[in-house]
């Protein structure tokens, strides 16, 4: 049995739209399943807190990046694998796995049933899927996360989009960090960082190729540092990620490793999967093909 997962108010009443459709193509199919509707921010985690993995095949979520990253901290280990039909603003895991944006081949793609293994970070006790990003995104994430723009783009199907608004409303008051970065025991010093991105997978902030490189199953972490750049000139740097060519510029620093430690001089917001945590000296780490996704 598959265990449905609604964020009705995903991408502002997406998720209701495409819950119909995918209410209709399951009673088509004959498919055999259990809906619950999320209620607050963290209900979609507690509905499967104490899911039974004899009975439920597949929990898959109608939903964005956000109701994903909760289900995704009750899934890890388990024999439960995740669904997506993409109902959010950003849509990044799905971007990142290549999962159909409509509700006929998201749902397609599930039934198969051909799943494969990916990693799944933790950045301290928090598990995410995507990309944990410290500094100048983190902040991004959470003026995003509480602004009109997000809900009104959303009604306008340009959710994505809210995002890359907020760059610019954050870009002139935002002040850098020094921070230590230890990977894998190496110790990196870096000066007036804007920010760093520690990836799973390639994509964040609704399309943007932040880590080109980073693959969902390989046991380790890409990182992306920007230090060092004026704010005009990380405006010229910032279009060349939605293609992840910004790799190449003289204050983009890339790393990978399996343990990595984030230590800033100053207090820095981060996110997971656009989702807003708590932050500090943070410690990631990878636990290898920990999840099963379609």
């Known amino acids: 049995m598959y265990h449905i997962i609604v964020n009705k108010m995903a991408g502002n009443g997406k998720g209701l739209r495409m819950w119909k459709e995918t209410e209709k ?156 970065v230890a990977v894998d025991g190496r110790l990196h010093e870096f000066e007036d960082v804007w920010l760093i991105a520690v990836a799973n997978l390639p994509f964040y902030g609704g399309g943007i190729m932040i880590c080109p490189d980073a693959c969902g199953n390989d046991g380790a972490l890409d990182i992306c540092v920007v230090s060092g750049i004026g704010r005009w000139e990380l405006l010229f740097v910032f279009p060349l990620a939605f293609k992840g060519k910004h790799i190449k510029h003289r204050n983009v620093t890339m790393l990978r490793g399996a343990v990595i430690k984030v230590s800033p001089n100053s207090a820095m917001v981060m996110q997971c999967d656009g989702e807003v945590v708590q932050s500090g000296t943070t410690v990631f780490s990878v636990e290898e093909k920990a999840l099963k996704i379609f």
């Not at 055999?32 to 009975?55: M, P, Q, R």
């Open 25 to 180: 193509f399951l009673v088509k199919r004959s498919v055999t399943y259990h809906v619950s509707f999320t209620e607050y921010a963290g209900h979609a985690g507690k509905l499967i807190e104490n899911i039974d993995e004899n009975l439920i095949h597949a929990v898959v979520v109608v939903g964005g990046d956000g109701t994903i990253h909760e289900v995704v901290n009750k899934l890890v280990h388990k024999s439960v694998a995740l669904g997506i039909v993409p109902a959010g603003s950003g849509n990044d895991l799905a971007r990142s796995l290549r999962v159909p944006f409509d509700v006929e081949g998201a749902l397609s793609r599930i039934l198969k049933g051909s799943y494969q293994l990916i990693d799944v970070p933790k950045a301290g006790k928090e598990h995410f899927i995507s990309i944990a990003g410290l500094g100048f995104d983190g902040k991004v994430a959470e003026v995003t996360n509480r602004s009109k723009s997000k809900r009104l783009l959303n009604k306008l199907g340009l959710g994505g989009l809210s995002y890359v608004l907020n760059i610019f409303r954050v870009l002139f008051t935002y002040q850098p960090s020094d921070i230590s």
